[in-house]
Nanobody, 113 residues
Framework: QVQLVESGGGLVQAGGSLRLSCAAS????????MAWYREAPGKQREMVAT???????NCADSVKGRFAISRDNARNTVYLQMSSLKPEDTAVYYC???????WGQGTQVTVSS
């Protein structure tokens, strides 16, 4: 079965950087589209960034120019490099794999002002 394990979250000051990692197992990783989503308190879960098996990427307008998604197929890992963080980036960040629509447990990112 598919397992996704996120890491790298934490507390950072506004303007700082963090890199999230998501290690996948139980799947043919290089064939999958990977994504990062986030869910802030009282808000719906939203897509942050996606990367296809071919390496094409897409980011939400709110993070363009600040966040970058990448993948290392040899390590079955997807990354989210976050820079120029803002307090409104505070959320639980989730790794997603499709198909078959699998989610990680989430990692908390808190940005202080």
């Amino acid at each position: 079965q598919v397992q996704l394990v996120e890491s790298g979250g934490g507390l950072v000051q506004a303007g700082g950087s963090l890199r999230l990692s998501c290690a996948a197992s139980g799947t043919i990783f290089w064939l999958k589209t990977m994504a990062w989503y986030r869910e802030a308190p009282g808000k719906q879960r939203e897509m942050v960034a996606t990367i296809t098996s071919g390496g094409s990427t897409n980011c939400a307008d709110s993070v363009k120019g600040r966040f970058a998604i990448s993948r290392d197929n040899a390590r079955n890992t997807v990354y989210l490099q976050m820079s120029s963080l803002k307090p409104e980036d505070t959320a639980v960040y989730y790794c997603h794999l499709a198909p078959p629509n699998s989610w990680g447990q989430g990692t908390q990112v808190t940005v202080s002002s």
